[in-house]
């Protein structure tokens, strides 16, 4: 349904009727269509953390190619659910989810910060949303850019965008 209409247009009953369930069996799990696309999104964002937590110690070394290559192959695992929030124009909830969960990963893997703090945390703001951006564009394209390419898209974009941040990455 998200597919189809804006999310705040979607009824519980409407809902409830497509997937042949009754209001009443909604209710017993879910508060409201709020309550019940958080968990979705919550669980879309577990699935965010899995891809970077299992690939962390290559962030950390700065392997960024190998990074992207294996996050990109692992959405690609997954874009039947990614889908769902990137066709949703209206849906930037998740996304500013996935960026702030992205900006403290940032922080946290790199070990001295180079330069000024404001102008770390701009250059870490301008490259989530060139990031984020340039993989939801290529999932709403049907993945038709190799996964190589686009890891190697995200190494570079890191590279160019935080060189002086990532002049000092734990190693």
């Given at each position: 349904?998200i597919?189809?209409?804006?999310?705040?247009?979607?009824?519980?009953?409407?809902?409830?009727?497509?997937?042949?369930?009754?209001?009443?069996?909604?209710?017993?799990?879910?508060?409201?269509?709020?309550?019940?696309?958080?968990?979705?999104?919550?669980?879309?964002?577990?699935?965010?953390?899995?891809?970077?937590?299992?690939?962390?110690?290559?962030?950390?070394?700065?392997?960024?190619?190998?990074?992207?290559?294996?996050?990109?192959?692992?959405?690609?695992?997954?874009?039947?659910?990614?889908?769902?929030?990137?066709?949703?124009?209206?849906?930037?909830?998740?996304?500013?989810?996935?960026?702030?969960?992205?900006?403290?990963?940032?922080?946290?893997?790199?070990?001295?910060?180079?330069?000024?703090?404001?102008?770390?945390?701009f250059?870490?703001?301008?490259y989530?949303?060139?990031?984020?951006?340039?993989?939801?564009?290529?999932?709403?394209?049907?993945?038709?850019?190799?996964?190589?390419?686009?890891?190697?898209?995200?190494?570079?974009?890191?590279?160019?965008?935080?060189?002086?941040?990532?002049?000092?990455?734990?190693?």
């Amino acid at each position: 349904m998200i597919k189809e209409k804006r999310l705040t247009d979607i009824t519980v009953s409407e809902l409830a009727k497509r997937a042949s369930i009754t209001r009443k069996t909604f209710y017993n799990h879910y508060n409201s269509i709020e309550a019940m696309v958080n968990e979705v999104e919550e669980r879309v964002i577990g699935t965010v953390v899995a891809i970077l937590d299992t690939n962390q110690e290559l962030f950390r070394q700065g392997n960024m190619y190998e990074f992207f290559l294996r996050t990109a192959k692992s959405l690609q695992r997954h874009k039947d659910l990614w889908r769902l929030f990137s066709l949703e124009k209206e849906n930037y909830r998740i996304i500013e989810k996935i960026k702030s969960y992205l900006e403290r990963y940032i922080f946290v893997n790199i070990k001295n910060i180079a330069g000024e703090a404001e102008v770390t945390k701009f250059k870490v703001s301008v490259y989530l949303d060139s990031l984020v951006g340039m993989f939801l564009k290529w999932m709403d394209r049907s993945m038709r850019i190799p996964v190589e390419k686009i890891a190697e898209m995200a190494a570079g974009m890191t590279t160019f965008l935080l060189s002086e941040t990532y002049s000092r990455v734990n190693k």
